[in-house]
């Protein structure tokens, strides 16, 4: 899958809710995520998990903001 699929189907999930929501809403929750991400790797369990949550919660607020994270990363890294 690439970045760019995994942005449109986050956006087919939940964007309709995340909009409803607003982007500081949306950060506050990719923040909590993070911290369950940080957790995860402390206890040695559900690191899986964690990632992908932190992964779509990072996109949604992507998705809020207008930003074409596979672009952004191509731009950012120089990779083609």
Do not use: C, H, T
């Not at 990632?51 to 952004?72: K, P, Q, T």
């Amino acid at each position: 899958m690439e970045i760019s699929e995994a942005q449109r189907i986050i956006d087919n999930m939940f964007g309709e809710r995340d909009r409803k929501r607003g982007i500081y809403p949306n950060l506050v929750w990719l923040g909590e995520e993070v911290g369950e991400l940080y957790k995860a790797v402390r206890e040695n369990k559900g690191i899986e998990e964690e990632i992908a949550d932190v992964f779509a919660w990072l996109l949604s607020a992507a998705n809020l903001l207008g930003v074409d994270v596979e672009s952004a990363l191509r731009k950012k890294y120089g990779i083609r």
